[in-house]
């Protein structure tokens, strides 16, 4: 039944009990708090504390209905529960981080409700509505956290406690707003795409009409066509090893990508079969856990698949990881629910390599069937244009990560005069251009199997141009040859990293890191780079290959026939086919701050 991945529901109740029995050490003696070991957050021990009740609440409670009921997490949980919200917890105020634990706690509570919260007394009851009733009325940032509020205060509608329709109403109209077609919605404005779309503007509408019922009904039609869109798109962002794309932030919620498939299974919103659905979660679930996930403890880490903070945010503490367990909402669906009886089927890359645009967040998808890599071409998300290496990136890929220095050389085009791509100017799927510092760099991409040629126009100062591909971490072997123009950084398992230059570069070299990359302590970057004389536009072309297996650089340069005339790129490949790319996009508009794109020219054909 699970020939793909081996796993079954029985699996998925045994990781949930592990990391939930794990946690037994770290309550407090009230049961309010779960103080785990780590970095704290900026919101505090108290808070840190909550979080690490609440997220880990969320997954007591799917582990309690999967089961009709488990009277060890619900004395556990009910206890904590009540004297949280009586003296322990921080009371909600206006966009404190309370609010997104409280909205954990309100799923929670909601989706357990006949063996936890109608088991209360109604003065217990009264407490944590009391507690609860912080939403009401009050403020959230701008952006999925409106959500929170819509969640919140339905539970409190559901119980009869006071609440306020026009929270929920405006909270779930101003995500209308942040829509941007084809299933994607931006987190907030302006260009903000990354697993946030899939584990929070996807997963809480859902959520909302599970807790609404038939008052749902207005909007639940809207919800469940734009959820099966997504899901038509997001089934490409994981690869065949269950690894999701390493892009965006909140990275160690880890298995969290896997909630929008469940969502889709739990409100008939899918494209995708049961088998298939189970074939795409348990492989997450399995990737994680083959890779050292939870650790030796049986806890969630800050990081990937290991302890790492540099790939963490401010704002994330040492029980931030357990939003994984929103990966876990596939314990709602009953034992004899097709996803869980249904024999695993093979998913698209199974089968074909895949190159797949989505216009709407400005990605073009490139993944292999041979070693089951996926790389994300990004040429639209950049997280209101803040620099940082998880959105500024040219490409990322589900087995390789940026490189968290202050130099930004892979997957990156830099002028050595000039600052990082910070906010992205689309031009097309997989075209875009960017400014810094009196420089306007262009690129547009041309994907063939595993090879991605990188069409690349420079405007600016005089300086010295730098081009990297992926960074390689582990045990990695570097190589270059200058006379050729190529560099490759292969790890220990094979995955290799090849940048060659086609056209304009005159040198080739390999960064290496230390301590910088979430994969591993070792890491290699290989890089080309060219003289920019400030002049005039300068055309640079090369090839970027990540690989599972061997790539000889020398063929692969024989292979690819590049014709530059002016700012034309003529591309052909060795089996004939043929690209066309023309640079110096001229765009009448700049994009808008709310994430929508100008009319644009000069696309690659």
Same mark, same amino acid.
């Given at each position: 039944?699970?020939?793909?991945?081996?796993?079954?529901?029985?699996?998925?109740?045994?990781?949930?009990?592990?990391?939930?029995?794990?946690?037994?050490?770290?309550?407090?003696?009230?049961?309010?708090?779960?103080?785990?070991?780590?970095?704290?957050?900026?919101?505090?021990?108290?808070?840190?504390?909550?979080?690490?009740?609440?997220?880990?609440?969320?997954?007591?409670?799917?582990?309690?209905?999967?089961?009709?009921?488990?009277?060890?997490?619900?004395?556990?949980?009910?206890?904590?529960?009540?004297?949280?919200?009586?003296?322990?917890?921080?009371?909600?105020?206006?966009?404190?981080?309370?609010?997104?634990?409280?909205?954990?706690?309100?799923?929670?509570?909601?989706?357990?409700?006949?063996?936890?919260?109608?088991?209360?007394?109604?003065?217990?009851?009264?407490?944590?509505?009391?507690?609860?009733?912080?939403?009401?009325?009050?403020?959230?940032?701008?952006?999925?956290?409106?959500?929170?509020?819509?969640?919140? %205060?339905?539970?409190?509608?559901?119980?009869?406690?006071?609440?306020?329709?026009?929270?929920?109403?405006?909270?779930?109209?101003?995500?209308?707003?942040?829509?941007?077609?084809?299933?994607?919605?931006?987190?907030?404005? #302006?260009?903000?795409?990354?697993?946030?779309?899939?584990?929070?503007?996807?997963?809480?509408?859902?959520?909302?009409?599970?807790?609404?019922?038939?008052?749902?009904?207005?909007?639940?039609?809207?919800?469940? %066509?734009?959820?099966?869109?997504?899901?038509?798109?997001?089934?490409?962002? +994981?690869?065949?090893?269950?690894?999701?794309?390493?892009?965006?932030?909140?990275?160690?919620?880890?298995?969290?990508?896997?909630?929008?498939?469940?969502?889709?299974?739990?409100?008939?919103?899918?494209?995708?079969?049961?088998?298939?659905?189970?074939?795409?979660?348990?492989?997450?679930?399995?990737?994680?856990?083959?890779?050292?996930?939870?650790?030796?403890?049986?806890?969630?880490?800050?990081?990937?698949?290991?302890?790492? $903070?540099?790939?963490?945010?401010?704002?994330?503490?040492?029980?931030?990881?357990?939003?994984?367990?929103?990966?876990?909402?596939?314990?709602?669906?009953?034992?004899?629910?097709?996803?869980?009886?249904?024999?695993?089927?093979? $998913?698209?890359?199974?089968?074909?390599?895949?190159?797949?645009?989505?216009?709407?967040?400005?990605? $073009?998808?490139?993944?292999?069937?041979?070693?089951?890599?996926?790389?994300?071409?990004?040429?639209?998300?950049?997280?209101?244009?803040?620099?940082?290496?998880?959105?500024?990136?040219?490409?990322?890929?589900?087995?390789?990560?940026?490189?968290?220095?202050?130099?930004?050389?892979?997957?990156?085009?830099?002028?050595?005069?000039?600052?990082?791509?910070?906010?992205?100017?689309?031009?097309?799927?997989?075209?875009?251009?960017?400014?810094?510092? #009196?420089?306007?760099?262009?690129?547009?991409?041309?994907?063939?199997?595993?090879?991605?040629?990188?069409?690349?126009?420079?405007?600016?100062?005089?300086?010295?141009?730098?081009?990297?591909?992926?960074?390689?971490?582990?045990?990695?072997?570097?190589?270059?040859?200058?006379?050729?123009?190529?560099?490759?950084?292969?790890?220990?398992?094979?995955?290799?990293?090849?940048?060659?230059?086609?056209?304009?570069?005159?040198?080739?070299?390999?960064?290496?890191?230390?301590?910088?990359?979430?994969?591993?302590?070792?890491?290699?970057?290989?890089?080309?780079?060219?003289?920019?004389?400030?002049?005039?536009?300068?055309?640079?072309?090369?090839?970027?290959?990540?690989?599972?297996? +061997?790539?000889?650089?020398?063929?692969?340069?024989?292979?690819?026939?590049?014709?530059?005339?002016?700012?034309?790129?003529?591309?052909?490949?060795?089996?004939?086919?043929?690209?066309?790319?023309?640079?110096?996009?001229?765009?009448?508009? %700049?994009?808008?701050?709310?994430? #929508?794109?100008?009319?644009?020219? #000069?696309?690659?054909?």
């Amino acid at each position: 039944m699970s020939s793909r991945t081996g796993y079954t529901r029985e699996t998925w109740l045994a990781v949930a009990d592990h990391l939930l029995d794990s946690l037994k050490p770290w309550f407090s003696d009230s049961g309010a708090q779960v103080r785990l070991p780590g970095r704290g957050s900026w919101s505090g021990a108290d808070c840190d504390g909550l979080e690490g009740f609440a997220r880990s609440f969320l997954l007591a409670a799917f582990r309690i209905a999967a089961t009709n009921g488990d009277d060890r997490l619900v004395e556990r949980y009910a206890r904590g529960l009540v004297a949280g919200a009586a003296r322990e917890w921080p009371r909600l105020t206006p966009c404190s981080q309370q609010m997104v634990e409280a909205a954990a706690i309100a799923v929670g509570l909601h989706e357990s409700r006949a063996w936890l919260w109608d088991k209360l007394d109604v003065p217990e009851q009264q407490v944590v509505v009391d507690w609860l009733s912080g939403f009401v009325g009050s403020r959230t940032w701008d952006n999925n956290w409106r959500l929170f509020q819509v969640v919140g %205060e339905q539970f409190l509608a559901s119980v009869g406690a006071p609440y306020s329709q026009d929270d929920i109403d405006a909270g779930l109209d101003r995500i209308e707003d942040w829509y941007v077609g084809d299933g994607w919605y931006s987190d907030g404005p #302006g260009q903000n795409f990354d697993h946030y779309i899939g584990w929070a503007m996807h997963l809480y509408p859902g959520l909302w009409t599970r807790m609404a019922g038939p008052t749902a009904d207005d909007r639940l039609a809207t919800y469940r %066509e734009r959820l099966h869109r997504f899901i038509e798109d997001a089934v490409h962002l +994981t690869g065949s090893d269950g690894a999701p794309i390493h892009f965006g932030r909140s990275l160690c919620y880890r298995m969290a990508t896997a909630a929008p498939y469940w969502m889709g299974a739990l409100l008939d919103a899918t494209p995708l079969t049961p088998g298939q659905t189970r074939r795409l979660c348990s492989g997450t679930l399995r990737h994680f856990v083959d890779h050292g996930v939870p650790d030796e403890r049986g806890l969630l880490t800050l990081g990937w698949h290991h302890h790492f $903070l540099p790939t963490t945010q401010p704002y994330s503490g040492p029980a931030s990881p357990y939003w994984a367990s929103k990966g876990f909402l596939g314990l709602l669906l009953p034992a004899d629910h097709e996803v869980w009886t249904a024999r695993e089927a093979a $998913l698209p890359l199974d089968e074909h390599d895949q190159v797949r645009a989505m216009p709407a967040p400005g990605f $073009l998808i490139q993944a292999t069937k041979h070693d089951g890599i996926v790389r994300l071409l990004n040429h639209g998300s950049d997280h209101g244009g803040e620099g940082d290496p998880h959105y500024n990136r040219l490409a990322y890929s589900t087995r390789t990560a940026p490189e968290l220095t202050d130099e930004a050389i892979d997957n990156h085009i830099t002028l050595s005069t000039c600052g990082p791509r910070r906010r992205i100017r689309r031009v097309a799927v997989g075209a875009s251009w960017w400014e810094a510092d #009196g420089a306007r760099i262009e690129v547009a991409c041309v994907v063939h199997g595993r090879i991605e040629v990188r069409c690349v126009l420079v405007h600016g100062p005089e300086g010295a141009v730098r081009h990297g591909g992926y960074a390689v971490a582990g045990t990695v072997r570097p190589a270059v040859e200058s006379d050729e123009l190529w560099a490759q950084a292969t790890r220990q398992d094979r995955l290799t990293s090849v940048v060659v230059g086609l056209h304009g570069y005159d040198r080739a070299g390999v960064r290496r890191g230390l301590d910088s990359n979430a994969f591993g302590p070792h890491s290699a970057t290989p890089y080309l780079e060219a003289q920019h004389d400030g002049k005039g536009p300068q055309v640079l072309v090369s090839a970027v290959v990540l690989s599972g297996d +061997t790539v000889w650089p020398r063929q692969l340069a024989e292979s690819i026939d590049v014709a530059v005339d002016g700012c034309h790129v003529a591309v052909r490949f060795a089996d004939g086919t043929q690209a066309d790319v023309q640079l110096d996009a001229q765009v009448d508009e %700049e994009v808008r701050d709310d994430g #929508g794109t100008a009319p644009v020219t #000069g696309a690659p054909a």
